[in-house]
Protein backbone atom coordinates (compact mmCIF):
# COMPACT_ATOMS: atom_id res chain seq x y z
CA UNK A 1 0.00 0.00 0.00
CA UNK A 2 1.62 3.54 -1.00
CA UNK A 3 1.55 5.89 2.04
CA UNK A 4 2.10 9.56 1.74
CA UNK A 5 4.21 11.21 4.08
CA UNK A 6 6.63 14.21 4.87
CA UNK A 7 10.30 13.52 5.22
CA UNK A 8 11.72 14.72 8.61
CA UNK A 9 15.34 15.13 7.11
CA UNK A 10 14.15 17.42 4.23
CA UNK A 11 10.61 18.12 4.67
CA UNK A 12 9.27 17.34 1.06
CA UNK A 13 6.02 15.07 0.61
CA UNK A 14 7.42 11.48 -0.65
CA UNK A 15 5.22 8.25 -1.19
CA UNK A 16 6.48 4.88 0.44
CA UNK A 17 5.17 1.05 -0.38
CA UNK A 18 4.61 -0.45 2.81
CA UNK A 19 3.76 -3.99 3.20
CA UNK A 20 0.28 -5.61 5.29
CA UNK A 21 1.40 -5.20 8.87
CA UNK A 22 -0.20 -6.33 12.12
CA UNK A 23 0.02 -4.33 15.03
CA UNK A 24 3.20 -1.44 14.71
CA UNK A 25 6.41 -1.93 12.35
CA UNK A 26 9.42 -0.22 12.70
CA UNK A 27 11.44 0.71 8.74
CA UNK A 28 13.91 2.70 7.68
CA UNK A 29 13.50 5.02 5.00
CA UNK A 30 15.60 6.07 2.13
CA UNK A 31 15.19 8.94 0.46
CA UNK A 32 17.79 10.67 -1.82
CA UNK A 33 21.21 10.86 0.25
CA UNK A 34 19.44 10.47 3.24
CA UNK A 35 17.30 8.31 5.58
CA UNK A 36 14.24 7.94 7.95
CA UNK A 37 13.05 5.86 10.53
CA UNK A 38 9.57 5.74 10.85
CA UNK A 39 6.53 3.11 12.74
CA UNK A 40 3.57 2.29 10.68
CA UNK A 41 0.41 0.74 12.02
CA UNK A 42 -2.09 -1.69 10.93
CA UNK A 43 -3.80 1.11 9.51
CA UNK A 44 -0.76 2.14 7.73
CA UNK A 45 -0.70 5.73 9.72
CA UNK A 46 2.72 6.82 9.98
CA UNK A 47 2.82 6.67 14.07
CA UNK A 48 6.39 8.31 14.05
CA UNK A 49 9.29 9.42 11.84
CA UNK A 50 12.97 11.32 12.77
CA UNK A 51 15.63 11.29 10.90
CA UNK A 52 18.23 8.46 11.04
CA UNK A 53 22.13 8.98 10.06
CA UNK A 54 23.07 7.09 7.00
CA UNK A 55 26.32 5.37 7.31
CA UNK A 56 28.08 3.75 4.19
CA UNK A 57 28.96 0.01 4.71
CA UNK A 58 31.69 -1.96 2.26
CA UNK A 59 32.41 -5.37 2.06
CA UNK A 60 35.92 -6.22 3.66
CA UNK A 61 37.88 -8.06 0.84
CA UNK A 62 39.69 -11.51 2.56
CA UNK A 63 43.30 -10.97 2.91
CA UNK A 64 45.65 -12.32 0.32
CA UNK A 65 48.74 -14.47 0.59
CA UNK A 66 51.83 -12.26 -0.16
CA UNK A 67 54.50 -13.63 -1.79
CA UNK A 68 58.09 -11.93 -2.44
CA UNK A 69 60.82 -11.63 -4.34
CA UNK A 70 64.23 -10.90 -2.96
CA UNK A 71 67.26 -10.50 -5.00
CA UNK A 72 71.57 -10.62 -4.32
CA UNK A 73 74.08 -12.61 -5.21
CA UNK A 74 73.10 -13.14 -8.60
CA UNK A 75 69.98 -15.26 -7.65
CA UNK A 76 65.93 -14.11 -7.55
CA UNK A 77 64.11 -16.23 -4.86
CA UNK A 78 60.85 -16.44 -4.51
CA UNK A 79 59.61 -17.04 -1.16
CA UNK A 80 56.09 -17.89 0.16
CA UNK A 81 53.63 -16.14 2.89
CA UNK A 82 55.84 -18.12 5.62
CA UNK A 83 59.10 -17.54 4.28
CA UNK A 84 59.59 -20.64 2.58
CA UNK A 85 61.83 -20.57 -0.60
CA UNK A 86 59.34 -22.04 -3.42
CA UNK A 87 61.95 -21.02 -6.34
CA UNK A 88 65.58 -19.68 -7.24
CA UNK A 89 66.22 -18.04 -10.72
CA UNK A 90 69.15 -16.07 -12.01
CA UNK A 91 68.63 -12.37 -11.62
CA UNK A 92 68.64 -12.00 -15.31
CA UNK A 93 65.30 -14.04 -14.86
CA UNK A 94 63.88 -11.20 -12.44
CA UNK A 95 61.04 -10.70 -14.55
CA UNK A 96 60.25 -14.33 -15.21
CA UNK A 97 60.09 -14.56 -10.75
CA UNK A 98 58.22 -11.54 -10.22
CA UNK A 99 56.05 -12.95 -12.72
CA UNK A 100 55.63 -16.16 -10.68
CA UNK A 101 55.44 -14.28 -7.73
CA UNK A 102 52.41 -12.67 -9.07
CA UNK A 103 50.52 -15.77 -10.57
CA UNK A 104 51.06 -17.35 -6.96
CA UNK A 105 49.13 -14.04 -5.23
CA UNK A 106 46.58 -14.52 -7.33
CA UNK A 107 45.55 -18.22 -6.68
Same mark, same amino acid.
Given at each position: !???? !? ?13 ? *? ?9 ? +??? +? @? ?7 H +??? $? ?6 ? /???? %? ?12 ? $?? $?A???? *??? %?? /? @?? /? *? &??? /??? @?? &???E?L???
Amino acid at each position: !MKIK !MKCPVCGRQIYIEAP *PVDGLREFVVL +HGD +H @AAKIYIDEH +HFV $RRAWPAPL /LKAE %EEEAPRQAYGVFVG $RG $RAVVVG *PGG %EK /L @AE /L *P &TGE /LGA @AV &TLAEKLEMN
